[in-house]
């Protein structure tokens, strides 16, 4: 049976013991996530006792309430415990209360979505499945990947472990704020910096950086690590970083330090042509997810 579940009455135990045993879980699914990327302001549909769940951010408009995609989360929609559960999505979109009069929602890429009475588009991710040696995933990057990380392997550079998230806010303060300008405000950066500091107090992620033989830094990334998965959150380079690829080397270290494992890298997009080449360039591979509107 479906129920719809306001946030308050939601048995947070057991929503998250169903993320930490969905076939399809995701880190951006934990309660803890979700009260800060959406504030709180997220209900749910839950089926048999939490064996699966269906989040619902919202943001109250004048008359109406919208379900939406919050910053910092690139997937949602139907979580399961047991595969019975997939065939459930589309009943439990029509289960969504009619006071969700819009809506914009990411599925999940193990969410299979046709459907005449919602719009359905497609977003891409990239993944890399770790399992392979260090040489073959290494053989999968592209010419120009690899001479980029040559460059940067004769630059000198090294990478360093930061502990908390000061750092790569404020670096994306300052090498990104053309970029987000428009996009994301203060307060989106303070909401990602809570979620970094959060996931790095669970142990469900970390925070590598990049620096020259000067000991100068040149790039940061957050790698979320959750539910057999490692996810390339936010990343940065400073005009430094960018010269000397040390994107390039920071992602191949991380790569070459998790080969052999049972993760697959999410490289979390993108429908940006540049970014795309880059993640491929890795032996990234598209893999699509729903996205529902009304």
Same mark, same amino acid.
Request: aromatic share 12%; charged share 20%.
């Given at each position: ?11 947070? $135990? ?45 943001? /109250?408009? =004048?008359?109406?309430? +919208? ?7 690139? %997937? ?18 029509? +289960? ?10 990411? #599925? ?5 979505? %046709?459907?005449?009475?919602?719009? =359905? ?22 010419? /120009?990947?690899?001479? /980029?990380?040559?460059? @940067? ?13 000061? $750092? !790569?806010? @404020?670096?994306? &303060? &300052?090498?990104?704020?053309? $970029? ?11 909401? #990602? ?22 000991? +100068? !830094?040149?790039? !940061? ?6 539910? /057999? ?13 960018? $010269?000397?690829? @040390? ?7 991380? !790569? %070459? ?33 729903? =996205?529902?509107?009304?």
């Amino acid at each position: 049976m479906i129920k719809y579940i306001r946030h308050k009455d939601i048995e947070v $135990e057991k929503w998250d013991a169903c993320i930490d045993q969905a076939l399809n879980g995701l880190p951006y699914a934990y309660s803890w996530y979700l009260n800060l990327a959406a504030e709180e302001q997220w209900d749910a549909l839950v089926i048999d006792d939490y064996k699966a769940v269906f989040p619902l951010p919202f943001k /109250n408009r =004048v008359v109406y309430k +919208q379900i939406y995609q919050p910053f910092f989360i690139q %997937q949602l929609g139907l979580f399961y415990t047991d595969a019975t559960y997939a065939n459930q999505l589309h009943y439990c979109i029509e +289960q969504i209360p009619s006071a969700f009069r819009k809506m914009n929602l990411h #599925l999940n890429t193990a969410n299979g979505m %046709q459907s005449s009475f919602v719009k =359905v588009k497609h977003r891409i991710t990239h993944h890399i499945n770790l399992n392979k040696t260090p040489v073959e995933i290494a053989a999968a990057y592209s010419e /120009n990947n690899k001479r /980029n990380i040559k460059k @940067a392997q004769k630059a000198k550079l090294s990478i360093i472990k930061l502990n908390t998230a000061n $750092e !790569l806010i @404020a670096f994306r &303060k &300052k090498y990104l704020a053309n $970029e987000l300008d428009g996009t994301q405000t203060a307060a989106d950066a303070e909401r #990602l910096k809570r979620i970094l500091e959060k996931a790095l107090s669970l142990n469900k992620g970390f925070i590598k950086g990049v620096v020259d033989e000067h000991n +100068q !830094l040149l790039a !940061l990334a957050f790698f979320m690590s959750s539910n /057999n998965f490692l996810i390339y959150l936010s990343a940065v380079s400073s005009d430094a970083g960018k $010269e000397k690829n @040390a994107m390039h080397f920071l992602i191949d270290q991380t !790569l %070459q330090q998790h080969a052999g494992s049972n993760l697959t890298f999410d490289f979390e997009g993108s429908l940006i042509p540049g970014l795309a080449r880059f993640y491929k360039g890795f032996g990234g591979v598209e893999i699509s997810f729903p =996205v529902i509107q009304k």
